[in-house]
């Protein structure tokens, strides 16, 4: 009985082993054959997508400024860079007196009178008419009649706000307290805008996308927005340092950021070009869109 188990106790073989080695073998180069470019291909195709993603969310970002900028802010010294004056809010305002609720003719703006630009003098106070998505805070700026892109910047079509009231419910939503300014005269289009204290004029410039990668196959080029540092009266010569800038975009190869203010040769129809290119671990992805931009004040 001992003896059958024993001899029925059998290993492998050396033939058997090394047809299994050579069986491995040819499986798994197979599979490095096989298995490896399709792995690398989703590897590739998975870095393209989250490339265009990152380019796709940055160029809305910078779009949507653009369309929600001041009418006639945007400027670009070159095709790297482009300026803007983002808004926070607008509406439309009182242009002339309440002739059915005023207490009087020619009353001065209170309880019992309506507050209406005159651009005929300085204001210091205005009616709004219309409800504000975000009610602006004292400091913020209010911007009138914006026809010319160094007016917004010099100063002549905005105003700092000194107070945020509500007023007798006949004359408007909110009542807003100014800097006495006289806006563009016989401007009567009654719309104005809003730009927050806290970025004021704001840039995006892009920095070092010339095409080098380095080690790891990356472009070194990064978009940046710089915001906060007031407004320059004079049209900028060059795009600005990045220095304390914010990065929007990491990985640039190539940026082009241009804008034609009279697209089509009118003033109230600009057009702004984007185009972003971005390498990582030598995989590209490109992106281009262009922009109709509303300049009527």
Not at 70 to 88: A, I
């Amino acid at each position: 009985m001992r003896a059958d188990r024993i001899r029925t106790a059998r290993g492998f073989t050396l033939l058997e082993l090394v047809l299994v080695i050579v069986i491995g073998g040819v499986m798994a180069a197979s599979l490095t054959v096989f298995f490896r470019p399709a792995f690398d291909s989703y590897l590739a195709t998975r870095n393209r997508a989250d490339l265009s993603a990152q380019a796709d969310a940055a160029l809305r970002r910078l779009v949507g400024e653009v369309r929600l900028a001041v009418p006639n802010s945007v400027r670009s010294p070159g095709s790297q860079c482009v300026e803007l004056v983002p808004t926070m809010a607008g509406g439309r305002l009182r242009m002339a007196a309440d002739t059915v609720n005023d207490s009087g003719a020619g009353c001065t703006p209170s309880a019992t009178c309506a507050a209406p630009l005159d651009t005929t003098a300085l204001t210091s106070t205005l009616d709004v008419l219309t409800p504000l998505s975000t009610v602006p805070a004292v400091g913020d700026w209010l911007v009138v009649g914006n026809q010319s892109p160094n007016d917004v910047y010099s100063g002549s079509t905005r105003a700092a706000i000194t107070s945020v009231t509500t007023p007798t419910a006949a004359f408007g939503q909110h009542r807003l307290g100014i800097t006495p300014t006289q806006f563009p005269l016989g401007y009567d289009g009654g719309r104005f805008s809003v730009v927050s204290a806290s970025q004021q004029a704001v840039f995006y410039v892009c920095s070092g996308a010339d095409g080098t990668l380095d080690a790891s196959g990356t472009a070194r080029g990064t978009l940046v927005r710089l915001s906060g540092y007031g407004f320059n009266a004079s049209y900028p010569s060059a795009c600005p340092s990045v220095a304390g800038g914010q990065t929007v975009l990491t990985g640039l190869s190539r940026c082009t950021l241009t804008y034609d203010p009279n697209q089509g040769a009118t003033q109230q129809n600009g057009f702004v070009y984007l185009q972003l290119e971005l390498t990582r671990r030598n995989e590209s992805v490109s992106l281009v869109v262009g922009a109709h931009v509303s300049n009527v004040p």
